[in-house]
């Protein structure tokens, strides 16, 4: 039953290795034999959704510490293209449509045009 049609050539790609956790959960969760007989839908149900909850939430947050540091280590200003000196010193929290998301974002500065800004307010996500 999926929910959407068409996905992402990236979600593609993982899409055999994650139906194998999948059937790695199960067995962890409700042995080789399954939920025992009786279980009601709503009650797998419960457990698929807390699973994708953790999943999801620490899939993002994974993705947004990666982000933040490959952007503090490699920021060029957007006016001049200077490298900018960066230092995280900042937690950021924003809600997405996944859940509550925080990371640190680094503060920087350019030397150069004497900017300051946070350079991944502009770009979150991208």
Known sequence: MPRHLKRTPEV??????VEGVAKNLCDKLYGAQGPAWGTKLTEIEDVCLDIREIL?????AESLRRQAEAQGSEATCPGCGELLNCTPKQPRRVTTRAGDAAWVESE?????CRRAFCPSVEESGH
Do not use: P
């Not at 593609?12 to 290795?17: D, G």
């Not at 999801?56 to 993002?60: C, D, G, I, K, V």
């Open 12 to 17: 593609e790609n993982v899409r055999v290795y």
């Open 56 to 60: 999801t939430e620490q899939m993002l």
């Open 108 to 112: 920087a500065s350019c030397l150069h």
